[in-house]
């Protein structure tokens, strides 16, 4: 078992219980398309941070952000300041993906999905336009709760973000998919 820190989850064992197994029509109608909750695992996939420079014309944005080191195909994180280690826990586990990227490829993959934030603003907006990402050494795991859902052999996944305490959707479960089929882990 690997040492790992994380953010902390701002959801619990239960909530993502009753999150991913709603009391509802619409829970009744996922439990019927795709089976009732089996179990659940937290799962960690680690995330690269980044200090980030947008320059429009006069207009300069600084971020930090992250975005996951694994494939870069989650949800950016932005952060205010770099967590301080009252936000962190460490973690013992097996359930956590290994990272993927270098990080001259995940630079340029955060710098692509920030120029797409910037045009979707409005592309004849942009001047003098550049983005300069930065990394910061440290690499934060993200907490994820993932579902098993399903009767018989089929399993369906869900995913909750425990920190964003939010569904996500394709995107992440593709990825904890081919974590899966791809490796031996013990959940």
């Known amino acids: 078992m690997a040492v790992i820190s994380s953010l902390k989850p701002n959801v619990t064992q239960e909530e993502a219980i009753a999150a991913l197994n709603p009391r ?5 109608v996922q439990n019927h398309l795709t089976g009732p ?5 937290a799962v960690y996939v680690p995330f690269q941070m980044f200090r980030t ?4 014309g006069p207009q300069r944005e600084e971020r930090l952000m992250a975005i996951d080191a694994v494939r870069g195909s989650l949800d950016l994180y932005r952060f ?7 936000e962190l826990v460490c973690v ?23 120029r797409r934030m910037v045009f979707r603003r409005g ?3 942009v001047r003098d336009f550049s983005i300069l990402a930065i990394p910061i050494g440290s690499e934060v795991h993200i907490p994820y709760w993932v579902g098993f859902r399903g009767r018989g052999v089929r399993a ?3 995913v909750l ?27």
Do not use: C, M
């Open 123 to 125: 592309f004849f907006r």
């Open 80 to 86: 205010e300041q770099i967590p301080a280690p009252s």
């Open 92 to 114: 013992e586990t097996r359930n956590y993906l290994p990272a993927e990227l270098a990080p001259d490829r995940a630079a340029e993959l955060l710098k692509e999905r920030l």
């Open 156 to 158: 369906h996944l869900s």
């Open 37 to 41: 909750l089996r179990s659940i695992a």
């Open 24 to 28: 509802s029509l619409l829970g009744a």
């Open 161 to 187: 973000d425990a920190v964003r305490r939010r569904q996500e959707g394709s995107k992440a479960r593709d990825l904890f998919r081919r974590w899966l089929a791809a490796s031996d882990p013990v959940i």
């Open 53 to 56: 420079t947008i320059q429009n």
